[in-house]
């Protein structure tokens, strides 16, 4: 019923930026909050970012100051500036959203993945 697919992953060196995007398409009526994830090889699936609704936003203390997630409601979309890249900052980014659908049905749906490389 819902989907979310990702784009913007790549390559970049140590400092460099990228931007991950998120766009769901589908029986949409609405999307509550909207997070980004990360999960490196071996490691446990971290929470990045998250912005709600009505714009507030979290992120974890290693990505504070660093990267910037915004969402364009109209487009059923967010988006995860990530400036500053460390090589720690490698993984596989996944976005999250929490829909309500046109049947009025709540969903948590999530997006494919993209990876994020970070040379040093």
């Known amino acids: 019923q819902v989907q979310l697919v990702e784009s913007g992953g790549g390559l970049v060196q140590a400092g460099g930026s990228l931007r991950l995007s998120c766009t769901a398409s589908?029986?949409?009526?609405?999307?509550?909050?909207m997070r980004w994830y990360r999960q490196a090889p071996g490691k446990q699936r971290e929470l990045v970012a998250v912005?709600?609704?009505?714009?507030?936003?979290n992120y974890a203390d290693s990505v504070q100051g660093r990267f910037t997630v915004s969402r364009d409601n109209a487009k059923n979309s967010a988006a995860l500036q990530m400036n500053d890249l460390k090589p720690e900052d490698t993984a596989a980014y996944y976005c999250n959203f929490n829909v309500r659908t046109t049947t009025r049905r709540y969903l948590e749906v999530w997006g494919q993945g993209t990876q994020v490389t970070v040379s040093s």
């Open positions: 912005i709600a609704s009505e714009g507030s936003t």
């Open positions: 589908g029986n949409i009526f609405s999307i509550n909050v």
